[in-house]
């Protein structure tokens, strides 16, 4: 079992930036992608970045292309997520995801086996 825990929300000004990370525990040899998912108020859960920890590729969702890095520690344990120049439109819940197996389609949520309890980005102006 894997164990996803997330890190770094909260509220945020307007064109401000921050960095969520998630770090996963248990048997996490076994992993594949990791992987950031959010979901505004109202809305459905859209991927925002995936990265390989086996091939050391990383993909943005074509929203999320410039203003989001997606990144691994030396360990492969943590998922780092780093925004820049944060809107109101950027407010939601972010979410952390892990796969056990290679994906057909990185941004779709069902891939994932494992997910965090999230963690909310405020951004006000």
């Known amino acids: 079992q894997v164990h996803l825990e997330e890190s770094g929300g909260g509220p945020v000004e307007d064109g401000g930036s921050l960095r969520l990370s998630c770090t996963a525990s248990?048997?996490?040899?076994?992993?594949?992608?990791m992987a950031w998912f959010r979901q505004a108020p109202g809305k459905e859960r859209e991927g925002v970045a995936a990265?390989?920890?086996?091939?050391?590729?990383?993909y943005n969702a074509r929203p999320f292309k410039g203003r989001f890095t997606i990144s691994l520690d030396d360990a492969k344990t943590t998922v780092y997520l780093q925004v820049r120049n944060l809107s109101s439109d950027d407010t939601a819940e972010y979410y952390c995801?892990?796969?056990?197996?290679?994906?057909?389609?990185?941004?779709?949520?069902?891939?994932?086996?494992?997910w965090g309890q999230g963690t909310q980005v405020t951004v006000s102006s």
């Open positions: 990265i390989s920890r086996r091939r050391g590729v990383s």
């Open positions: 248990g048997n996490t040899d076994n992993l594949w992608w």
């Open positions: 995801a892990a796969s056990l197996d290679d994906v057909a389609v990185v941004f779709r949520p069902t891939e994932y086996n494992f």
